[in-house]
């Protein structure tokens, strides 16, 4: 894995991180919280910050590991359709199992979660295919 | 003008076989997700579970859910297969599925982890994303083996 690589899933990372916050502990917050079923969300002086440090990184690292290896991605809105498509799928699986065994959420919460992650995996796609593409 | 016309004709012809192969690619790992899930989740672990408080009962469960997840599932490994790695093995799908199980996982039990109370610490995190790592490869496989069936 050369640095190129590494940074472009850094970059993701901290993309991810920063519009997570955005979307899920501002905009959406309200929403989310009315949707999802009591004492299963974390309050936000509880929330596992390592934790969260450490899924953005696997998610951003994921996009890279993608898009370098296999689908030679090297532009922004070539990294953003791919993203969004990759968001899509995963928003997708994630969703509809979790509705399937747990209540922790209403079938509104999982819709809003997976248009969410669209938004937010084709933006991080953007900038990982942007990073890869740069000086080339 | 025929050239082109012919050359049209074998391309789409192809883009079709492409696009079905890695359509029924896609069920066939997701009916293997779906009984790996049922075997690991639903027998081998069920007792683990069936702790949480938010968690359905086992008669309440979606099963057509479940099994519409699990499709949706070996449809991003067919997608990915086809459309990016060129990966047409059983081996070479598995190592791919491992690597795809392995990320995702860890990403999305860490996420659960850090902004909910479901997870059970790093070793709930530890045993699902080993768990994903192993269904994702076996998974993978069946993928990556279809996709280069003749």
Redesign the interface.
């Given at each position: 894995m050369n640095s190129k690589i590494l940074v472009a899933g850094l970059i993701g990372s901290v993309a991810s991180l920063l519009l997570g916050y955005l979307f899920?502990g501002t905009l959406l917050a309200g929403m989310l919280a009315e949707a999802s079923?009591p004492?299963?969300?974390?309050a936000m002086t509880e929330?596992?910050?390592?934790?969260?440090i450490?899924?953005?990184l696997?998610?951003g690292?994921?996009i890279s590991?993608?898009f370098s290896?296999?689908?030679?991605i090297t532009t922004f809105s070539n990294g953003l359709n791919a993203g969004a498509?990759?968001g899509l799928?995963?928003g997708?699986?994630?969703n509809?199992?979790y509705?399937?065994?747990?209540?922790?959420m209403t079938l509104k919460g999982h819709l809003i979660d997976i248009v969410t992650t669209i938004v937010i995996t084709g933006i991080v796609g953007g900038l990982v295919g942007w990073w890869l593409g740069r000086g080339k | 003008l025929y050239n082109f016309k012919g050359i049209y004709f074998f391309s789409l012809q192809k883009t079709k076989r492409m696009n079905s192969k890695m359509l029924i690619g896609g069920v066939l790992g997701g009916i293997t997700l779906f009984l790996l899930g049922w075997l690991i989740y639903g027998v081998i672990f069920a007792d683990s579970m069936a702790g949480q408080a938010c968690m359905r009962a086992k008669d309440d469960l979606n099963i057509p859910m479940i099994a519409v997840g699990n499709i949706i599932s070996g449809l991003l490994l067919g997608y990915i297969f086809s459309k990016w790695a060129s990966i047409s093995t059983f081996m070479g799908g598995a190592i791919g599925g491992a690597v795809i199980g392995l990320l995702m996982a860890a990403g999305f039990d860490c996420l659960m982890y850090g902004t909910t109370t479901m997870v059970d610490g790093m070793k709930g995190i530890l045993i699902d994303v080993v768990i994903s790592t192993i269904m994702y490869a076996i998974a993978g496989g069946v993928v990556g083996w279809w996709m280069g069936r003749k």
């Open positions: 899920y079923m004492g299963t969300q974390r929330i596992q910050w390592p934790f969260l450490l899924s953005n696997a998610s690292y994921f590991y993608l290896k296999w689908a030679n498509t990759i799928f995963v997708c699986i994630y509809f199992t509705y399937a065994v747990t209540n922790m | -």
